[in-house]
């Protein structure tokens, strides 16, 4: 679609509050620049493409004093936005007096608005209907895709926008970014996908038997694709691409258990960066100073980790609080004042940053955390109470001087102290469940069902006993899984749930006579059942056999790789954790192997199915489409710093794990600038929300 107002700002930028770092032009830069990449280059493009151009346009108008805007976004612009924007960084550099959501009712206001939006069907009859009113004088919108011929509205607007001379005039800019990743954090994105990823494992590609060119399953892929592409226009380059390889059972008469979703992203992926190349100046493989990797995988490579408990701060909210990755934390708060809690976990925290990955026994005990957050709590409270009842008078010269520098310190004491007694508060809602449902208990079990297993895998024979019974894992620990669960009534049945399915994930010959038996004795209402059937479909692999004659249908097996590792903590003990596959592929490539049992490098070939390059050429085809242009490494500022000589890009179709995540920090901090890892994919999956997910599976 033709924009109006292309022309380009230039790319000078002023100084911002920036989430607790700087950013500055000329010589100054900000310190933690490095730790921040993913976000510090969404916050480059959007200032680039969206904001600046409206500055600039707004004084070259001529219009009198600072130029005022409001800035108008639906639900997804919110998602990019607040992970690199502060309310503050807005006001002071984007010239933002007013953020309004697009689908709320708003008044007419005298002040230019900035658009930031999909251009779903439902946003574009909303932005026709404020221009027509109008509701503001003078408009720059900015969609975050480019516009699909195919939605609803997309012609009426294009044909409203062309024809009338009146939304012309109003309209100072009109643009299609390729901006349509969520950077949740320095090193972690989504496609916020979650009710499409389920697509990903149906049972057949034609959904919609209506559709004679392609199922809806297909246009999830394509969708995925775009959105990942446009992470390259960001990074301005050409990345190598490797795809998982077929790890589905073959010959069965499921097709969905002979597909390979990973493939067919890479080769749609590998097609439109290709287009862009030309379009968007993409730069070369060849040219580029950082290589980078792109390594498509899906969920199927590692059911064991949504499954798990893990043992980290930032897990352990999420798991036993039942937080939404981004959800506001306070809301889960029983007992405490909720208006004291309204805060967000995210980076412009500089505690949650240091202690996110911690182990949470370290967090609870190490001086240098929660002790230190409850002592400053406390020290916050004695000078608060001295200084502001009167007795001021009679206060030491030395108190006097401390309360002095501490304000010297902060901006707002009151908001610091806000910060720890916040994380005061969830750590000990997180100890309280974890002693009551009795999870190191349970962890125990869970880690002694996949050493048992690893052991039975790698032995070359399995033992004679163990094979007659059909298991995998000792029989004796079903005895004991039983025992807990029975004994503890506390526990969430999702918690049963995990426990459960992760001992017929790694059965060896479990039948649906007995999967019964188990769902029944526990009284879980067929939702064990429910969620072998979806996971069996998410693998492509038969876990449950029909009959005893007929057998189980094997099992996951696991990596011929160790999954258990034992790490010692800052307090002197030692954990026990699980590994993730995606960690372990991680760590490969960094150390400069390739797995080649495991990854394939995309090309297009002539051999390709006739499914796979039909996706191909629509996918090049659709980006062959006008564009407002990449951001590339032309256009970063010179106080940008060099990046990484290896950036790896790991994408997870149907959902990542925060251990998943953790893994890309850790090797990162390994390899200490030599290599960075981004971690992405369509959603991130807490385990109460896998859950949920494989539930879904099940009915398509």
Known sequence: MTSVGMTRASATHGRFSFRGTRYASGGERGASWTSRYLLDLTRHYLMYHVFEPAV???????????????????????????????????????????????????QPLDLP?????????????????????????????????????????????????????????????????????????SQVFTLNMRNDAKYLFADHRRINSDDQTFGYKDQVLVRVAERLATLCVVLGQEPSIYFQREVRQQGSANPALEENPAKDLAIMLKSMVSAYRHTHSLTSKKEADTKIRVVILDRSLDPVSPLLHEVTYQAMLHDLLELNYDEEAGNVSQDVDRSQLKYWLNESDSFW?????????????????????????????????????????????????????????????????????????????????????????????????????????????????????????????????????????????????????????LHRKMTSHDLRGIDQHFKLGGDLTRCVSGMEKMLGRQLVGSDAREGGGGGYRLPKRQCLHTVPTSTGGEITTWVPQVGHLMRQMGDGKIDHDTLEKAALSKGISASTASLGRIAESAADMTRSGGLGHKHLTNNTQRPARNLYVFFVLGGITLSEMKCAYDLTARHQGRARFFLGSTHISTPAEFIEDIKRITHL
């Open 113 to 185: 608005a900035i658009y930031l939006c999909l251009p779903t069907s439902r946003n574009l009859a909303t932005v026709l209907s404020d221009l027509r009113k109008p509701t503001y004088p003078r408009y720059y919108i900015s969609f975050l895709e480019p516009i699909n011929d195919e939605i609803e509205y997309a012609n009426e607007f294009e044909a409203r926008v062309k024809s009338a001379p009146g939304l012309v005039g109003r309209i100072r800019q009109l643009r299609e970014l390729d901006m349509s990743f969520v950077p949740n954090e």
């Open 353 to 505: 940053l240091s202690v996110r990955h911690l182990f949470f026994s370290e967090f609870v005990s190490d001086p240098a955390y929660l002790p230190l957050a409850r002592s400053r709590v406390k020290k916050f409270d004695e000078l608060r109470q001295t200084f502001s009842s009167g007795q001021s008078q009679t206060a030491t010269s030395a108190q006097s001087r401390r309360f002095a520098d501490l304000l010297l310190q902060v901006k707002d004491i009151a908001e610091l102290k806000k910060q720890f007694k916040y994380h005061v508060n969830l750590a000990t809602q997180c100890q309280t469940r974890f002693e009551k449902w009795r999870i190191a208990h349970l962890m125990e079990l869970e880690q002694e069902l996949i050493e048992t297993a690893a052991r039975s895998d790698f032995a070359g024979n399995l033992n004679s006993v163990m094979d007659r019974v059909g298991l995998r894992t000792d029989p004796r620990i079903i005895a004991r899984i039983t025992e807990f669960l029975d004994s503890n009534k506390a526990l969430r049945p999702a918690d049963r749930i995990r426990l459960l399915l992760l001992y017929v994930l």
């Open 56 to 106: 600039l346009k707004e004084r070259r108008a001529g219009h009198r004093g600072t130029p005022k805007f409001v800035l108008v976004v639906d639900e997804h612009a919110t998602r990019v936005l607040s992970p690199c924007f502060l309310v503050s960084d807005l006001c002071a550099g984007c010239h933002v007096t007013l953020i309004e959501r697009l689908e709320a009712e708003r």
